[in-house]
Nanobody, 125 residues
């Protein structure tokens, strides 16, 4: 069974930075596509970023391009989301997700098999 555990959320001011971490355990991690999604109150969960490192491919939502960076450390079985220049509209619960098929990056949350419990990010104005 694959387990994902997020950490690193918190409250920051507009323009600040946070780095989220997602620790993966239970299975071989290197071939998985790993993604971050977020859900703001009253809104649907939305795609933020994903990485398919077997082909050095990453994808980002337009709303975070140039501000967020997804990366991974295979030795630590951990995926990161570096978030810079944060805005109040980035406030949400952020979820880590994994697709073990590793074929292509999907932006639909229906394509991801495993999920973490989420970590709250609040950006104050």
């Amino acid at each position: 069974q694959v387990q994902l555990v997020e950490s690193g959320g918190g409250t920051v001011q507009t323009g600040g930075s946070l780095r989220l971490s997602c620790a993966v355990s239970g299975r071989i991690f290197s071939s998985y596509i790993m993604a971050w999604f977020r859900q703001a109150p009253g809104k649907e969960r939305e795609f933020v970023a994903a990485g398919r490192w077997s082909v050095s491919s990453t994808a980002y939502a337009d709303s975070v391009k140039g501000r967020f960076t997804i990366s991974r450390d295979n030795a630590k079985n951990t995926v990161y989301l570096q978030m810079n220049s944060l805005k109040p509209e980035d406030t949400a619960v952020y979820y880590c997700a994994a697709d073990p098929r590793g074929i292509t990056i999907y932006s639909s949350d229906h394509e991801y098999y495993y999920w973490g419990q989420g970590t709250q990010v609040t950006v104050s104005s």
